[in-house]
């Protein structure tokens, strides 16, 4: 199992971007997907996640009203619209599956989680 994160770069503080996740050679739309964050030496937190049924989400509180996290079924994909980005964002984004959850919840509790991605770096700085 692997994903692929992409969307990242460098942006100035304020600005916005949209980040993806992708699974290679399978679907994880029977999976709640999370979205997580490490910067150089702190601990890998949890931002935000959302249910199999895309109808439960999650938000660290620090990026609540800031980041919306949506799921299309149809392209397989989940994303991560961020805006309002601070220097305190700058982290490399993982995106994680969560297969064991059940439809209606998620949690952005990081040992449920499979990490199989390589992450995209985010950078807000002026």
């Known amino acids: 199992l692997q994903v692929v994160e992409s969307g990242g770069g460098l942006v100035q503080p304020g600005g916005s971007l949209r980040l993806s996740c992708a699974p290679a050679?399978?679907?994880?739309?029977?999976?709640?997907i999370g979205w997580f964050r490490q910067a150089p030496e702190k601990e890998r937190e949890g931002v935000s996640c959302?249910?199999?049924?895309?109808?439960?989400?999650n938000y660290l509180d620090s990026v609540k009203g800031r980041f919306t996290i949506s799921r299309d079924k149809d392209k397989n994909t989940v994303d991560l619209q961020m805006d309002s980005l601070t220097p305190e964002d700058t982290a490399v984004y993982y995106c994680a599956i969560d297969y064991r959850q059940r439809p209606d919840f998620c949690s952005l509790a990081r040992g449920r989680y499979l990490f199989r991605g390589q992450g995209t770096q985010v950078t807000v700085s002026s």
């Open positions: 959302i249910s199999v049924d895309g109808f439960t989400t």
């Open positions: 050679g399978f679907t994880f739309v029977d999976s709640a």
